[in-house]
């Protein structure tokens, strides 16, 4: 958790004076996404207590679910630090993929009871976490995808907008992509590829099932081929290829959006460092190690009320 600790650092100073003879409340992070969310216990100092790695937390996809998820990894994050008896003491921010309205993320919240909770979308914890406290600009491309920047305290995003009708680039775009191609391979309107035929394996040959399969698919059921289309890619597969230039095409176009002409940027997520290859060499040399997770960004999140570091 070294993003935390480079947030943390240098107000530890303030945090003593201010909480002089006080029991530090603990903080709780939670990053959550389409293929899983992760939970943190920290103290104002920076040590984090434990952690703990939950199931699908997509607060539009199942909101049920995620809810759950996310309570099952609070519980054994706690658990492992010992600190199940000061969680009604805690402040916590949750950074959750779906959390677009404020009807949602108020169900989330009036599911827990902590001193303090914030529900946000993941844009601001990925961002924070990726960037410790430096200007750039973040695309993070998981089950789906955040594209964003900070600059002099302001933030600004594009894109993202849900699997349904955006997040290109995203691990389930990449596998909804895929198995467009390999049923296009199948009728013969394209040619086919290793990557193709090794789709159509997977479902017996039968096209029809792709279909049913995709009738009822959630987006993290989608993301389960993007790691195929990115060992093809590997491999110079052509579709494989062809499938990573796209969604960095989109990536480049999301880049330019965000002013993002210089400066540095981050590639994060279970796909985005992929793309890295198919952006233009120019880009690519303005690629940066991200400084820390989304979990270190919604920890940070979580205690800046706290320490008067402000987002």
């Known amino acids: 958790m070294l993003g935390f600790l480079h947030f943390q650092s240098c107000n530890r100073y303030c945090i003593g004076i201010f909480m002089q003879g006080q029991t530090l409340p603990l903080l709780i992070g939670v990053d959550g996404g389409g293929t899983g969310c992760r939970a943190a216990i920290a ?24 809810i759950e998820n996310i309570r099952a990894a609070i519980g054994s994050a706690a658990e492992a630090a010992g600190m199940a008896a000061r969680l009604g003491r805690a402040h916590a921010y949750l950074g959750l993929a779906g959390a677009q309205s404020k009807a949602q993320r108020a169900q989330v919240a009036s599911a827990f009871d902590f001193a303090r909770i914030e529900v946000a979308e993941d844009i601001s914890s990925t961002v924070h976490g990726a960037l410790g406290g430096r200007d750039g600009i973040v695309i993070s491309a998981g089950t789906g995808t955040i594209a964003a920047s900070l600059i002099g305290g302001v933030m600004r995003n594009v894109s993202g907008w849900g699997f349904h009708v955006s997040d290109q ?9 895929a198995l467009e191609r390999a049923l296009e391979a199948y009728d013969g309107l394209r040619a086919h590829s290793d990557l193709t035929r090794a789709l159509l394996l997977q479902f017996e040959d039968e096209p029809n099932a792709i279909a049913r399969f995709a009738s009822s698919a959630e987006p993290v059921d989608f993301a389960g081929f993007a ?39 981050c590639l994060t997520g279970g796909v985005g460092p992929s ?20 979990l270190d960004g919604a920890l940070f999140l979580a205690g800046r009320g706290l320490t008067g570091v402000t987002a």
């Open 43 to 66: 103290q104002m100092d920076g040590a984090v207590l434990g952690m703990s790695d939950g199931g699908p937390a997509n607060v539009t996809s199942n909101p049920v679910q995620a």
């Open 169 to 177: 680039a995203s691990g389930a775009w990449l596998g909804r992509a």
């Open 227 to 265: 790691p195929l289309v990115l060992a093809a890619a590997e491999a110079k597969d052509a579709v494989g290829r062809a499938l990573m230039e796209r969604g960095a095409d989109h990536i480049c176009r999301a880049i330019g959006a965000l002013g993002g002409l210089e400066g540095s940027v």
């Open 275 to 294: 793309y890295a290859p198919f952006l233009p060499v120019a880009m690519q040399k303005r690629i940066v190690a991200a400084k820390g997770t989304a």
